[in-house]
């Protein structure tokens, strides 16, 4: 062993100046593959498939909601105009009004919701003031024109309403997705 040493020492000039061949290495890195393969840890790969499905999924819910919220809509809207005299009407519309607020006040309590849901509600107060104003344009008149303003009144608050849950939602999502992950 000393004597491979001592050679070595001897010939270093020799040793560093020569290169392996590519071949050589191509050898000793395939031989390395085969006595470590390459691990792939099942917890990288769920990161960039969340990466990748999150904001799909996202997409995809608001889309089905905003969808499905335009045919409840739709359905309300067919119902009201065909077979609801008005007063049924204001009672259908006022009692979503009121489930839909109940849920705000339930759901969102923290602050930055609060701000959200106060900008709104002066909105929707200056609908309900311009309804009452229809009202009385309707007691003077009974005009079928204003019974329709009515109507596309409490259409808007309810998609106010709905605009602002979904708003709330995004917050929230944007408030999760900080604190799951406080390096982004």
Known sequence: MDD???RINNNLEAFEEQELSSEHLKKFESRLDELHPKVYKLRDFLKYAALFLL????AVAIFMLENS???QLAEAEEKVEQTLPLAEAEMYFKQTI???QESLVNQYSDSESKEVVAEYQDLITELEQQYMQLEKDLAISGDERIV???IKNYK???ELLE?????????NHLKNQKHENPNA
Not at 55 to 58: D, E, K, S
Not at 163 to 171: G, V
């Open 4 to 6: 491979l040493k001592k």
């Open 55 to 58: 904001p799909i999924g996202i």
């Open 69 to 71: 919220n335009q045919d």
């Open 98 to 100: 009121s489930k839909k």
């Open 148 to 150: 329709i303003a009515m």
């Open 156 to 158: 808007t608050r309810i």
């Open 163 to 171: 605009e602002l849950i979904l708003q709330l939602n995004y917050i």
